[in-house]
């Protein structure tokens, strides 16, 4: 069954903006969850790959972000080969991020903390939400 292009498009519109979002969200992780303090005690070397890795995953997701407004048309058509395997490529980047939330975290981060909880299921609905958007342009 394939979808239909206009109503998958504002999806993608919409999975390309929340990507921007976490995107701009993740340069502050550290100061937002107060990791401040515990950074300026790993080694030096430990830090930078901290801010490296920070870097990398945000230049990634706006990079999913920008491509996505831009070509939203197209994935969402899904005429173009190689459309369908990038649409693919994200879509099994935040499948596998849904599964990092459940299956690394440990549930002690969350359980019995009602504000962390919610955090936890937005944080999943919208990674999910991004998986089956893109897997859904990639299988259409």
Not at 41 to 46: A, E, F, N, V
Not at 92 to 100: D, E, K, M, N, S
Not at 104 to 114: E, I, L, P, Q, T
Request: proline share 1%; with cysteine; hydrophobic share 55%.
């Amino acid at each position: 069954m394939k979808l239909d292009p206009d109503l998958l498009r504002p999806v993608l519109v919409a999975a390309a903006c929340g990507q921007l979002a976490i995107a701009m969200i993740n340069l502050r992780l550290d100061r937002l969850l107060g990791w401040r303090a515990e950074l300026d005690t790993l080694s030096l070397l430990l830090r930078e790959v901290f801010f490296i890795h920070k870097w990398f995953i945000t230049i990634t997701l706006v990079i999913f972000g920008v491509v996505t407004l831009r070509f939203a048309g197209e994935f969402a058509a899904g005429t173009n080969a190689l459309g369908r395997w990038l649409a693919a490529g994200i879509g099994l980047f935040w499948a596998i991020r849904t599964g990092v939330q459940w299956l690394y975290y440990d549930w002690s981060h969350w359980r019995g903390k009602a504000g962390r909880t919610a955090i936890h299921w937005t944080l999943t609905i919208c990674y999910g939400g991004c998986a089956a958007a893109y897997l859904a342009a990639a299988l259409g």
